[in-house]
Structures are given as structure tokens and as C-alpha cells.
């Protein structure tokens, strides 16, 4: 861009002493690291290199030359303005206001804000802080505990990472819709189960980190208490997260279709079986998980197992012959039969 005086603007280094642009401001350039507008100073303030043949400022050099001030020609402006009548300092004022909103368009780092642009900044800058603060983006600790596949194995009993992670994607999607027990239990969980539910709020807790809590608690078997400590979350959270997690793996794995067809099995059937007894299509049996004691009398004879000789809960559980495990049952209190309970 041309100034009014026909030089060309450009940027300089300052000179290698530091030099002082503005003294009320007490404002030092360092030298290599500041570099200002040829155009705000006067010819004899600028020098020429003799070797390199670059510009630079004396150690004095002060910007005197703005376009509020005619670009340093105040006096000769003030005297043509003087000697010329009204039309031609009509037309001078005509031709400098063309020519200061020129320059002030591609060159307007000395202009000023609007009236009142400061203070919607500011009340812009602070909303972005608050929003900033309350987007807290922590890493899982997940991510802190799991690190290689043994400390899959060990904490989640999945047999490696990338089985875990598997898994994890394909219930992800439904994790969004979770509703947590404190909202299910209030409702009906028979409501839950049924018909469509409003999902509870999002919760501090990232939901992977809620899944991995509920391996910590059932699959490692940590307390409550030690899980609270862990997570910095209450006993009662604890409490509601694995508890919520025990049903929301029930109620969407449930719904996915493994019970094999009849040709499915014929086809992946071992050579034994199809030796001796090719018409099997599934082999059922009753097992038992361990639970913790109940406080309660009752419900410890209710669960104790008297197989076993501690409290559990007995599931039915269906397998093809080809090994895949093709049904599983709801969960019954430990003393009941297994004859009753495949009646049921």
C-alpha cells in the first residue's frame, strides 16, 4: 500500500540498541523481536544498512505520523486550508476523508473501537471462561487402571484389550437411553422394561468409567466403600451405578438373538454328535454364581446353596454342540432345585 507521500509501507526491524517508542508508555523495543510500520516515521528516522541493505530505525526514532494527524503534515495542511476558500477546503476535507478511510481499511491498527464493542468483549470473554470451567474434560480412569491386556484380564476379566473395547462399542449406543436404578426403581422396572423411558440426566462420570466400576465391583469383587474412594464419588453412587449396570447389560444383551436354528446347529455339529446322536439341539445344565451373605436371616437361607455350602444365585444355561452358549436364564435364588428350576 502507498502512503501520501508516495513511500511504501513496510515493516522494520529496530535498531540493535533498544530503542523507546512511546515514553509516556515507557515501552522498549528488543532488538530482532519487534518489528513496526515504516509509514508511522520520518525520513530521517529510518537508515539503510550499508552491507545487507536492510531498513532500520534509530535508536530515537518516536512514530509521529498517523492519519488523525495528516501523516505528520499538520502545518502545511493547516496553511493551504487557510489560504484556499470554503469550496476548496470543502474539496481538500472531501479528498482526505476518501483517502484516510482507504488507508484505514487495509491499515487500521491506530483506529478505535465502537462506543461500547469493550465491553461486549469482555462480557463474551467471561461467558467463554464459565463455559470453559464447566466443560471439564477428564481422562478415564479407565485409562489410568488398563493399561496393557493383563490389567484387562485382572480388572475386567476380559481376556484382552481390543475383546474389551469390542464389547464396549456394541452396547456404547444404548448407554445413552440408560436409566439409572434410583429413576427405574421409583417408575417400575416392569415400566423400564416395557415401554419407552426418558433417559436419566448425564452424569459427572464418564459411562465407560461407570462400566468399569461395575467390573471392579463384580468382577474383581472390590467393596463399596473402597470403590467411592476410588471414583471420589459417595457409597450410595456406588451403590445405584452397579446396580444400574447389573440390569442395563441384562436388558440389551438380552435382546440380541442367540438361540440357534436348526440347520445352524446341524451345521456347525461335531462328528461325534452327528455319530450318535445327530437330533440333539441343545444341552442344558443349572449353574451357580457366588454372591455376598445378606444381612438379612431370610434371604440367607433363601440364597444359600446347600451344594455348594454358600450363598449364590442359579442360572440355566443352554449350550449347542458346537460349544456356543445359545440360552440363558434369569437368575433364582440359590436353594431352589435345578428340576424346578428348568420348570420354570
Known amino acids: 500500500m502507498a502512503a501520501e507521500n508516495g513511500s511504501r509501507e513496510a515493516f522494520l526491524p529496530v535498531a540493535p540498541t533498544p530503542a523507546t517508542i512511546s515514553e509516556s508508555a515507557s515501552r522498549k ?3 530482532h523481536s519487534t518489528f513496526v510500520c515504516a509509514m508511522h516515521f520520518t525520513e530521517d528516522e529510518v537508515r539503510v544498512h550499508p552491507e545487507s541493505g536492510r531498513k532500520y530505525l534509530t535508536p530515537q526514532a518516536v512514530p509521529s505520523r498517523f492519519s488523525w494527524n495528516n501523516w505528520g503534515d499538520v502545518k502545511s495542511c493547516q496553511t493551504r486550508m487557510a489560504k484556499r476558500g470554503v469550496c476548496g477546503e470543502l474539496e481538500e476535507a472531501d479528498v482526505e476523508i476518501e483517502t484516510v478511510h482507504m488507508v484505514l481499511l487495509v491499515h487500521n491498527y491506530d483506529s478505535r473501537a465502537p462506543p461500547g464493542a469493550l465491553d461486549e468483549a469482555l462480557e463474551k470473554i467471561k461467558e467463554l ?8 474434560i477428564s481422562q478415564a480412569l479407565l485409562e489410568q487402571w488398563c493399561v496393557s491386556d493383563e490389567d484387562f ?3 475386567t476379566r476380559f481376556s484382552n484389550k481390543n475383546i474389551f473395547f469390542v464389547f464396549w462399542r456394541s452396547i456404547e449406543p444404548s448407554t445413552s437411553r440408560i436409566v439409572y436404578w434410583s429413576k427405574a426403581k421409583r417408575i417400575g422396572l416392569s415400566t423400564v422394561e416395557k415401554e419407552v423411558v426418558k433417559p436419566s440426566p448425564q452424569r459427572k462420570m464418564q459411562l465407560i468409567d461407570e462400566f468399569f466400576m461395575f467390573c471392579l465391583r463384580f468382577a474383581v469383587g472390590l467393596r463399596e466403600r473402597v470403590l467411592a474412594e476410588i471414583f471420589q464419588v459417595s457409597t450410595s453412587t456406588v451403590s445405584r451405578i452397579t446396580i444400574t449396570w447389573s440390569n442395563n447389560p441384562y436388558l440389551v444383551l438380552g435382546s440380541v438373538q442367540i438361540w ?11 462328528v461325534k454328535f452327528q455319530q450318535y446322536c445327530p437330533n440333539v439341539r ?11 451373605s445378606p444381612e438379612a436371616i431370610t ?46
Open 29 to 31: 523495543m528488543t532488538e
Open 129 to 136: 471462561e464459565e463455559l470453559v470451567s464447566s466443560l471439564t
Open 153 to 155: 484380564r485382572y480388572f
Open 260 to 270: 440357534m436354528t436348526r440347520e445352524q446347529v446341524r451345521r456347525t455339529m461335531p
Open 282 to 292: 441343545v444341552i442344558i445344565d443349572c449353574t451357580e454364581f457366588r454372591c455376598e
Open 299 to 344: 434371604l440367607h437361607s433363601e440364597t444359600f446353596s446347600t451344594y455348594k455350602s454358600y450363598t449364590t444365585f442359579k442360572a440355566l444355561i443352554g449350550v449347542a454342540p458346537c460349544g456356543a452358549i445359545t440360552f440363558a436364564s434369569k437368575l433364582f435364588i440359590g436353594s431352589i432345585s435345578d428340576k424346578e428350576l428348568t420348570r420354570q
